[in-house]
């Protein structure tokens, strides 16, 4: 799950000369491999698939490619919901996770044919008025105190996310007593989680709560969704997840708590968008200006609008600088972009190379909640995204925004009969 840099100086130039700085790059063979790799880890369980989420790489080239590799589409969102279809992911391919969720959106997942996952326990009449009681319902279950978060996703108990404990039990009754014949059972309790155990830990949590439900309810779930939230190695010390051992672990409970308890065949499915693309998306670069005060600053060509994450969580994010890896990091640099914020930053005190203005640097594993997260604040555009194909040629799959684009929503013919 380890990301490697695909180019080597010369391509990297080669393609500079086509595509200006800064976009982000995508490495084709690189996520073929991975999602490969994910589904042969888990392919004892039954039915699963991994619903990418469409918020991490909402590009429907990306989105087609991972069809193609057989996962399916996580969404929460109308525009999402067009993405999924626009890259032929329809029906029980695509998981509707929102939440907060307006009416026009639960009608449109229904229309497609989406496995609705409710929020929340008013939502199943919101949903019954808006399209009707699907055939099949899924709750997105929080369990509180009973289980920590981390920081991105923060502590379950104060998280607007799902249903408590209590309420879960409840919303099962309510839609059987509707006349819903299938179920579903999610949860998403964490974020960039590298711990082997945590994962674990959360299939046995569903579980546990599969066996209780059937117990008190004579409710059978049919399938559970463990949610997305597997981590990357951002760092280079840090280790990818060993995704054989999560595997045979989740298998074990598997066998003890659902085999055990008669409940098998139980599907389980993932929603994981960061570890599916994550690694092996790169921003790349250009140092536009070199500042020495306080301390020393080198200004890129792209800024938080590319890429928010350093910024919004402190996230770091590996840096590299083009035909200088060998050399030794003895600089120290803020990295940073031109907006007026002050955390419009990519990386605090780097330990770098010397670096000089036109120097190219790659951004590590931005492949994931990164151009997505992007914003027009300070009237910054945002960069384009080219995916390198298996065959090394570049495709560029999103050009890069224009000042037509940012000004696109405003009419300056308007402005001329109005009177300030
Ligand atoms: C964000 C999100 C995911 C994906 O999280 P990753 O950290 O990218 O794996 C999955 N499901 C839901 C409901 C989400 O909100």
Redesign the pocket.
């Known amino acids: 799950m380890l990301g490697q840099y695909p180019l080597t100086k010369d391509q990297t130039l080669k393609l500079l000369k086509m595509y200006p700085t800064p976009f982000h790059l995508y490495d084709e063979k690189q996520i073929r491999t991975n999602a490969r790799r994910l589904k042969k880890a888990f392919d004892w369980m039954p039915g699963f698939k991994n ?1 990418f ?1 469409v ?2 790489l909402p590009n429907p080239f990306i989105m087609k490619i991972l069809r193609e590799e057989g996962m399916g589409a ?1 969404c ?1 969102s109308m525009a999402e919901l067009v993405l999924a279809e626009k890259a032929g992911i329809v029906g029980k391919n695509i ?1 509707f ?3 907060d969720t307006p009416a026009d959106e639960l009608v449109a997942a229904s229309k497609l044919g989406a496995i609705i ?1 409710l929020d929340d326990i008013s939502h199943i009449d919101f949903l019954d008025k808006a399209a009707g009681m699907p055939d099949m319902v899924s709750f ?1 279950y929080n369990p509180g105190p009973l289980k920590e978060g981390n920081v ?2 923060g502590k379950p108990e104060e998280a607007k ?1 799902g249903l408590t404990r209590e309420q879960i039990f409840e919303a099962y009754k309510i839609v059987s007593d509707k006349g819903v014949k299938r179920f579903g059972l ?1 949860t ?1 309790v ?3 989680e590298l711990g082997e155990d945590y994962h674990v830990g959360t299939a046995r949590m569903l579980f546990d709560l599969v066996v209780e439900i059937h117990q008190k309810l004579g409710v059978r779930i049919e399938m559970i969704d463990l ?5 990357i190695p951002y760092h280079p010390g840090d280790k990818g997840i060993d995704l054989e051992l999560v595997s045979r672990q989740i298998r074990d409970e598997y066998e003890k708590l659902i085999v055990g308890n008669g409940l098998a065949p139980l599907e389980i499915v993932m ?6 693309t ?1 690694p092996f998306g790169w921003l790349i670069s250009r140092v536009r200006h070199i500042k020495n005060i306080y301390r020393n600053y080198a200004g890129l060509d792209a800024s938080m609008a590319n890429l928010m994450r350093p910024g919004m969580y402190g996230s770091y994010h590996h840096i590299t600088v083009l035909g200088k890896e060998k050399l030794p990091s003895d600089h120290k640099y803020d990295v940073t972009g031109p907006l007026c914020e002050n955390n419009d930053k990519f990386a605090v005190e780097r330990m770098l190379p010397e670096l000089e203005i036109g120097d190219v640097i790659v951004i590590h594993c931005t492949g ?2 990164g151009h997505a997260m992007g914003f027009n604040y300070n009237g910054q555009l945002r960069s384009s995204e080219i995916l390198l194909r298996e065959n090394g040629e570049a495709f560029e799959i999103r050009r890069a925004e224009t000042l037509e684009d940012y000004f696109a929503t405003l009419d300056f013919n308007k402005l001329e009969g109005f009177k300030a």
Request: charged share 15%; aromatic share 8%; hydrophobic share 30%.
């Open positions: 619903y989420a918020k991490a996580d929460s998981m996770s929102s939440n996952n997105r991105i996703i996310y999610h998403m964490a974020s960039n949610g997305g939230g597997y981590g929603e994981n968008g960061r570890m599916v994550g994931a909640h």
